[in-house]
Nanobody, 124 residues
Framework: QVQLVESGGGLVQAGDSLRLSCAASGRTFSRYTMAWFRQAPGKEREFVAAISWSGGITDYIDSVKGRFTISRENAKNTVYLQMNSLKPEDTAVYYC?????????????????WGQGTQVTVSS
């Protein structure tokens, strides 16, 4: 069992930066592929970024490439999402997710564990 707790959300202006953190419980964090999803009001939850257990492989949706960076510190059981040049369309609840195994997926159904989410609001 893995428990995930996100933090770092908030209200910022367009062009600002935020760093989200996701702290995971459990001693096998390094064996999990980690991902960030987001859900805007009235929209379906969408994949944002994912990182392999070693950190050597990452994946991003096109709309955040070059602006967002996913990283992890296995020694701290933590995954991060550095978000730069934020836009109003990035406004959403951001969720951390984990799945056992090495493969990266964009489908939310492939992930076994979820955090409670953290709100990110970007004003124009």
């Amino acid at each position: 069992q893995v428990q995930l707790v996100e933090s770092g959300g908030g209200l910022v202006q367009a062009g600002d930066s935020l760093r989200l953190s996701c702290a995971a419980s459990g001693r096998t964090f390094s064996r999990y592929t980690m991902a960030w999803f987001r859900q805007a009001p009235g929209k379906e939850r969408e994949f944002v970024a994912a990182i392999s257990w070693s950190g050597g492989i990452t994946d991003y949706i096109d709309s955040v490439k070059g602006r967002f960076t996913i990283s992890r510190e296995n020694a701290k059981n933590t995954v991060y999402l550095q978000m730069n040049s934020l836009k109003p369309e990035d406004t959403a609840v951001y969720y951390c997710a984990a799945r056992s195994g090495t493969a990266i997926f964009r489908q939310d159904g492939k992930y076994d564990y979820w955090g409670q989410g953290t709100q990110v609001t970007v004003s124009s």
